[in-house]
């Protein structure tokens, strides 16, 4: 349970309105004691998270959609996220009504204390957990805390979403592989649609699914891509439905929040099995040291490695065991 913004409200150092608070990007398990749920609007473009939150009763969107008096963000591992996020506080929040900032050290709140220091009035530093909570009255925050669309070798990204800086070479290797594909295609966890525009380059393609839990991501995507055989899914992919498709791809994820979790890829692996064609291919790449050999294994009758080649491997699974219910 994350219990640092409802100890700082309970101990006074820093407080919130009466009226409609926002919360940008709160932990799923944030403790709710003391902060009114039932005032909450909550935003949030991580779909398992914002389900979860959802499931509890919050009011959720992934964009800001109601007006608010006061605001809480919480630190992202992304700085440019996370100025972005507490810009976007201080222009919808009335002036002087609060901006609550509270995060971990190991996401960077050091740092942004002290940029917020330098922006605005911060008042008491409230410490616990591993991290800080503090306030600030809300002005307009610095221009250039508002994060634009980044242009990457031909692709929009956006601050916080994964690779926003470049290609990834895991993935530019998986596209190496990805050639003259046919019929339908799904990616899972697309991100900014690097691999789906590739896939997209062979006429014989019908069809390629796009599911991605990041919004942000999958809006990039959405521009990056613009061709008709293209669906959006934003949604969390270890449980979503779709197909079965002749291709499933897949470059995935191995974070859950900081730590490294090879079960989220596993879950990939898994739900890549129930949405493969019984005589079609997944095909994935992953860091070398990644254990995900056993539960392909698992789940895939036929398993190569295609490529493996500096720190990652390409592997090709065919005959799919699990079968949907
Ligand atoms: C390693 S990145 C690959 C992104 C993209 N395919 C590429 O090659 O650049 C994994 C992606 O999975 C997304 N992701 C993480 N958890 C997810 C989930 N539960 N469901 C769907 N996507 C998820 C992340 O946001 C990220 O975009």
Same mark, same amino acid.
């Given at each position: 349970m994350s219990v640092r913004l409802s100890t700082a409200l309970a101990a006074g150092a820093v407080a919130l309105p009466e009226g409609r608070v926002l919360l940008m990007r709160p932990p799923a398990d944030l403790d709710l004691d003391g902060l009114g749920p039932d005032r909450l609007h909550a935003v949030h473009g991580f779909r398992p998270a914002h389900d979860a939150l959802t499931?509890?009763?919050?009011?959720?969107?992934?964009?800001? /959609?109601?007006?608010? /008096?006061?605001?809480?963000?919480?630190?992202? =591992?992304?700085?440019?996220? *996370?100025?972005?996020?507490?810009?976007? $506080? +201080?222009?919808?929040?009335?002036a002087g009504g609060p901006v609550v900032v509270d995060g971990a050290k190991a996401d960077g709140?050091?740092?942004?204390?002290?940029? +917020?220091?330098?922006?605005? *009035?911060?008042g008491e530093v409230f410490a616990k957990a591993h991290g800080k909570c503090f306030a600030f009255p809300a002005q307009p925050a610095p221009g250039d805390w508002h994060d634009l669309p980044r242009h990457v070798a031909g692709f929009v990204t956006r601050a916080g979403v994964f690779s926003a800086d470049g290609v990834d070479p895991g993935s530019a290797l998986l596209a190496r592989h990805l050639r003259d594909l046919d019929g339908t295609v799904c990616d899972l966890g697309a991100g900014w649609g690097y691999l789906a525009r590739a896939v997209l380059a062979s006429d014989r393609v019908t069809a390629v699914a796009l599911v991605e839990a990041e919004r942000d991501a999958l809006d990039c995507a959405r521009e990056n891509i613009a061709d008709a055989r293209a669906a959006y899914h934003w949604a969390d992919a270890?449980?979503?439905?779709?197909?079965?498709?002749? *291709?499933?791809?897949?470059?995935?994820?191995?974070?859950?929040?900081?730590?490294?979790?090879?079960?989220?890829?596993?879950?990939?692996?898994?739900?890549? $099995?129930?949405? *493969? $064609?019984?005589?079609?291919?997944?095909?994935?790449?992953?860091?070398?040291?990644?254990?995900?050999?056993?539960?392909?294994? /698992?789940?895939?009758?036929?398993?190569?490695?295609?490529?493996?080649? $500096?720190?990652?491997?390409?592997?090709?699974? =065919?005959?799919?065991?699990?079968? =949907?219910?």
């Open positions: 499931a509890r009763g919050l009011s959720v969107a992934p964009r800001l /959609e109601v007006e608010v /008096e006061g605001a809480v963000v919480f630190v992202s =591992r992304s700085k440019a996220q *996370t100025r972005d996020m507490i810009a976007q $506080a +201080c222009a919808a929040v009335p709140v050091e740092s942004i204390l002290r940029d +917020c220091r330098r922006a605005f *009035t911060v270890t449980i979503w439905r779709g197909g079965p498709f002749d *291709t499933v791809i897949s470059n995935p994820p191995f974070h859950t929040s900081r730590k490294a979790d090879p079960e989220l890829g596993r879950a990939f692996v898994r739900a890549a $099995a129930d949405l *493969t $064609a019984p005589r079609g291919r997944f095909v994935l790449v992953a860091n070398r040291h990644l254990p995900y050999e056993a539960t392909l294994a /698992e789940v895939f009758a036929q398993v190569v490695v295609l490529a493996d080649e $500096a720190g990652y491997k390409v592997i090709d699974a =065919r005959r799919p065991k699990r079968r =949907r219910t």
